[in-house]
């Protein structure tokens, strides 16, 4: 009975050490974890600061080194999309192969779908629309917020329409039509596609829907005046042209004069007509038949005969 009491009162001993001793050094334990976490966190946060700068490659760096030291896998997946991203941006051979690696080992990942968005946002900035599309095309679009969603298809319109997919690019156009930042810009493609392809009732809408929102727009004055010639409102046609000839570039004076002159010409004014024929420099420096037979014909109406024969 004596001896298990000895022994009772040893191991009382024993676990009263042990506990006083765990409580003597939790402190220090809590102090180092917390000044690692702490540490861990100002490396981050100075990698992410680098990044944010666009100094890319330090901060790809300095990402590495934490993802190799971090246990935590959100901290990985973090870092690995970060030196993917930076990847991208500094056009590193086999840059997509680590985004789409990032995508793969991470899938529960929040930057999941920012991978996808953000790598296709930079290819679209830069001119790289094939790619873009390649990229925008994995998104989620249920997790884009409004302002993301109209970005998105807005710039999906656009890169169809540098791809010469003008249907998939009408679609995409037309869902931010009511957009505040990209409507206008997107009945301008609009516009000009409907122009490209002979519909000019569809783009004469849209072009001055434009302006009943956003006022005269110079760029525009082009378009317009040579879909009056096109629909034979002559008059207007020379009027927009006239006003725009003053601010035009050397090949869009080429072609007003040619809106005004061949204007003038089917009024029947052909006095009128004949200096802003002869100043039109041709469909790539070359004239058509009808070119030379409009001015030869002006010259012959003015009694130039012999101006009128070399047109002819």
């Known amino acids: 009975m004596l001896l298990l009491q000895l022994n009772l009162e040893h191991m009382i001993k024993k676990y009263a050490c042990i506990g006083l001793l765990t ?3 939790m402190p220090l334990l809590l102090a180092q974890q917390s000044a690692a976490f702490t540490n861990d966190l100002a490396k981050y ?4 600061s680098l990044y944010n700068s666009k100094q890319y490659l330090a901060a790809q760096t300095l990402f590495n080194e934490i993802k190799q030291e971090a246990d935590d896998p ?7 999309y970060y030196i993917a991203n930076a990847a991208v941006r500094l056009n590193q051979s086999g840059a997509d192969a680590a ?7 991470y899938p529960t990942s929040t930057k999941r779908n920012s991978a996808y968005k953000d790598v296709a946002d930079y290819y679209y900035e830069n001119g790289k629309y094939s790619v873009a ?11 884009l917020n409004w302002s993301e ?12 329409l540098k791809t010469n997919r003008p249907q998939e690019a009408k679609v995409y156009f037309s869902r931010v039509r009511n957009s505040e930042k990209y409507g206008a810009q997107a009945k301008y493609y609009e516009g000009f596609m409907a122009y490209e392809n002979d519909d000019y009732e569809e783009a004469s809408q849209l072009f001055e829907e434009i302006e009943a929102e956003e006022g005269t727009r110079e760029d525009l004055s082009y378009f317009k005046a040579d879909l009056n010639f096109k629909q034979g409102n002559f008059e207007e046609a020379i009027q927009l042209a006239k ?4 601010t035009a570039n050397r090949l869009e004076q080429s072609e007003l004069n040619k809106i005004i002159g061949e204007s003038y010409f089917n009024l029947g004014q052909f006095d009128e007509a004949l ?8 469909k790539r420096g070359r004239w058509s038949n009808t070119d030379y037979y409009q001015l030869g014909y002006a010259y012959y109406k003015q009694g130039d005969y012999d101006s009128a024969i070399g047109e002819f």
């Open 243 to 246: 006003e725009q000839l003053p």
């Open 45 to 48: 946060n100075k990698a992410l």
């Open 275 to 282: 200096p802003y024929l002869k100043e039109y420099r041709g």
């Open 133 to 143: 599309k390649r990229w925008y095309e994995q998104v989620d679009l249920s997790r």
């Open 74 to 80: 959100t901290i990985k997946g973090d870092c690995a």
């Open 99 to 105: 985004m789409q690696k990032f995508v793969e080992e």
């Open 149 to 160: 969603l109209e970005r998105y298809n807005f710039n999906m319109g656009y890169i169809h």
């Open 23 to 25: 409580l003597l050094t």
